[in-house]
């Protein structure tokens, strides 16, 4: 889901997706003076090592669950709330994106908002979409949650910037 969202957001509809392996960088110019770098790390067991090495350097986070594959609820679930409890993503603006709502069996937002915490955690957003390629359009709320993130993000950009300026430094003496 996160690649086909990204794609979406591109304007990018193809359907021949396939998962990530290692990270994706992209940038994105959303005017003139803002320019928005964002990484699409792979979800994959041998690639979850690797998240760590970029919260520093993130000012937001966007974390996609697939609402409809009920056998990695539960470890989504945690993988989300191990992500949200490290000292480098806690408390920065968070949108969380419940894909696949237009799918038998899927997690209502609400479950997946109460299933993650999110109302327990400053900063943070749950949406539901649907990211299809085969409809040639991107949701609705995928835009609706990218522009809430980012305008958490500008109303907190001096105290962000100064926490990630102080974050990196930290992940380099590391």
Known sequence: GKTTIINALQSDYSSDIRPTVGFSPTTMQLSEETKVSIYDVGGGVKIRGIWEQYYADCHGVVYVFDSADGEKWEESLQLFKNSQAHKRVSGKPTLVLANKQASAGAKSVEEVESGCGASGLANCKVLGCDADPSKQATDANIETGLEW????????????????EGELAEYHEE
């Not at 305008?151 to 910037?161: A, N």
């Open 149 to 164: 993130l980012f305008g958490t993000v500008t109303e907190q950009y001096t105290g962000l910037s100064k926490r990630v």
